[in-house]
Structure formats: C-alpha cells, structure tokens
C-alpha cells in the first residue's frame, strides 16, 4: 500500500512539473519598437527588388536599450513555447560584390526568456541548451544568394559546440532614421532547423524543431 502511494505522489510531482513547464502563463512580452522605414518601391509585376547591391560598408546592431532587434524563436510541443534571446550582436558587412557579404551572429545563451523562469531554468540545463558549457550561438556567413522572395545567407550555424551547414533567408525592408537620429538599415528573416541535430536530447512532449525569427535596424559603423 504504502509503495503505490509513494508512486502516486511520484506521478503527480512528475505531471506537476510538466504542467509548470508548460502552463499557458508566462509568454515572452516582446519590447521592439519598430522605426518608419522607408521601403523601396516595387515594380508592377515584381515582388521584390534587389536593394542590396546599392549599399556597401559595415553595419552593426547590439542589442540593448538604444536598439531596435529582436530574435525570437518557437518551438512546437504539447505547448508551444515561445521565447527571444536578448543580448546578441549582429554585424554584416557588405563590399563591391554584395554577393559575398560576410554576416555574422552572436548570441549569449544565457539571455533566453520565455517570460516564466521555470522555463528559462529547464532550458538552461544539459537536455537543452546546456548554457554553463556553451554559452553563445553563432551564425557565421560569407555567400549570399538571390531568392524569389529576397536573399539568402549561406554559412554555419554553431550551437552547443557543434556547427552545421545552413541556409537562413532574409529580407533587406528598406532604411529609415531612429529615435536616435541613427540612419540604419532594417532586415528580418526566419529559419527552421533540428535542434537534435546540434546534440540536444530529444524530450517527450518538446518538439525538435525550432523556428528562429529576427528583425534588425543595423547602423553604418567603420571598421
């Protein structure tokens, strides 16, 4: 008697702690604010036009206070969870042959929020991002592409210490001045990927595939 009651209490804890993790309150509050960006003009007929091969320098965005970016990311499960990293850098510098633009990202894991710390704290641990042993992700990109839609960065992702091959899309939205008199640029783009397939454990009601979200306002910046 008393053993099935020790595993009574057992299966509860269990189910209470997966309810916790993926209880509907706390979602992440997203704080960007978003510039009037002048976009360029379409064609009739066009969906889009190549921007890209009119700019050249370097430009740059840190997140923080003074910045507009954000990177969110969602994963499908028994509940989906959405979150942002917040303390990340991205650089992109674009020479004569915009073709062979070099963009690059840095992203402290350890700025994760989901908007519920039980969350962030689970996926701190080894199952998940494992932050104490890998504590930035990086894309890293030297080839862009055209696309139907816009561009495409050809590079590697590098997450919990192993680095892959992957395509992340983007669209250059057009430039616009900020609250702080900066001229900037504005891209967004998404990408899917397996997070298994950079060592994370596959986990019982947490889907494996993440959907990575950006929007930058990137500032001209010397070298």
Excluded at 192 to 218: K, P
């Amino acid at each position: 008697m008393k053993k099935k009651i020790i595993i009574a209490i057992v299966i509860l804890a269990i189910g209470g702690g997966i309810a916790a993790y993926f209880m509907t309150s706390g979602q992440y509050d997203s704080k960007l604010e978003k510039s009037t960006v002048d976009v360029a003009e379409v064609a009739e007929g066009e969906t889009w036009v190549n921007t890209l091969k009119d700019l050249s320098g370097n430009y740059v965005v840190v997140a923080g206070e003074n910045s507009n970016a954000e990177i969110l990311f969602h994963v499908e499960g028994l509940k989906k969870t959405i979150g942002a990293f917040e303390d990340f850098k991205i650089s992109l510098e674009i020479g004569e042959d915009y073709l062979t633009s070099k963009l690059n990202v840095q992203i402290q894991t350890s700025s994760i929020n989901t908007g519920n710390s039980m969350r962030d704290e689970s996926l701190a641990e080894a199952d998940f991002f494992d932050i104490p042993n890998y504590p930035t992700i990086s894309f890293s990109s030297n080839q862009i592409v055209l696309s139907d839609t816009g561009y495409i960065a050809k590079g590697e992702l590098t997450l919990m210490g192993q680095s892959n091959a992957i395509d992340l899309p983007f669209k250059h939205i057009g430039s616009g001045t900020d609250k702080n008199n900066n001229n900037f640029q504005a891209f967004e783009g998404e990408v899917v990927f397996d997070r298994t397939a950079y060592g994370m454990q596959s986990v019982s009601g947490t889907g494996d595939i993440v959907t990575l979200n950006f929007y930058c306002e990137l500032i001209a910046t010397e070298k």
